[in-house]
Every structure is written in C-alpha cells, then in structure tokens.
C-alpha cells in the first residue's frame, strides 16, 4: 500500500516563527503536493512538484514556500507563520497520470 | 484557470438509498478522479477515472471527457458513507490537480 505520512498531526506555533511541515512518501511518485483545507473553501493548491527540485505555484502561494531535495520528501515552510495560515495541511503524491493518495494531515494553529 | 463545480453541496440520505454526485469542469483535463474524505479529515481516492465508467462494489463512476462532466454514484448507502466527496482534475499540459468544491454527504439510520 502507497504510505504518505506527514510529520505532524497537530502543531501548534506562535506568530512570526518559521514552520516547517515536512512529507514523506514510499511509492517513488514523481508528484507531489500541498493544499490547504478551510472550512467552506475546500482544498486549494499551494505548490506542487513533478521531480527532485522542480516546483510550481498552485493558486495560493503567498506565504509559503517548498523544499524537494530528495524524490521521497517534499517540504512546505512558512517563513514567517500569522495567524491567517490558521488551517488543515493536506499533502499527497501521485505518479505522472496516476491516481493521488494524501497524509493524514497537519492541523496547524498560529497563535 | 480551471473551474471545477460539484452538485449537490449538500446530501441528506437514509441508510438504504442511491444517490449521485455530479462533477463539471470548464476545460479539458488529463484524468479525474474522486475522493472520499471521512470524519477524521483522511482523504481517501476512490477512482481514477480518466474517461468511461468503473465500478467497486457500491460505488461506481462514470466520466464523459467530451461533454465535461463525472458522476459518482452511491447504491445503497450506509452510514460509514457519510463525509465529504470530492472530484479532482488534472489541467492538461500541467501536472496541477485541482479540487472541486465538494458534496457533502450524511447518512442516517
């Protein structure tokens, strides 16, 4: 079975700091992703990365950036954490024209 | 950038009854797939549908690529069906996969 596990289930972190949010996948996908889940917005993209130190922009990359130094780890940090990046982080991985499988999520609160 | 709308947003059942889920998007897309995502927020991928109909037990999906739109239906559900489904698209010419907006699902006893 395909494995993504994210660092994290629960984090909680002060205003200003740098986050780390760190994935892990075991089934040598070439993609992999970031989203963020709010309740009425539904799951919106915030980067992506089809290789090893590839990536693009999703549609809400204002904040945040990734990390993919190696084909099985994919990070997202926020430089500077507010409490706006108050939310659920989704992370999954696919290969090129296959199916997606996601982690178990971060719940991340900026206090 | 692609739009991707699902219906009904909200679904109220009891156990025993079908349903379907509808998925449109705005353009023309690689594959589509759907997810279920249950109470405790895991997002679990049910299909990966492409074009034409698959099934797995109760559930099973269809994609017509030509007029844009899946659907997903749901036979005789029961409550451990309850959550939230999502269709997801992936642009063409991109790896982007982009998310609808969801069909939130209860099934009562």
Redesign the interface.
Known sequence: DVKVTQSSRYLVKRTGEKVFLECVQDMDHENMFWYRQDPGLGLRLIYFSYDVKMKEKGDIPEGYSVSREKKERFSLILESASTNQTSMYLCASSPQQGRAFFGQGTRLTVV | ?IQVEQSPPDLILQEGANSTLRCNFSDSV??L?W?HQNPW?????LF?IPSGTKQNGRLSATTVATERYSLLYISSSQTTDSGVY?C?V?ENN?????????TRLQVFP
């Open positions: 950038g690689n594959n797939q997810f927020g895991q997002l679990i991928n990966y999502f997801a992936e991109t790896d982007k996969l982009i998310f609808g907006t969801g």
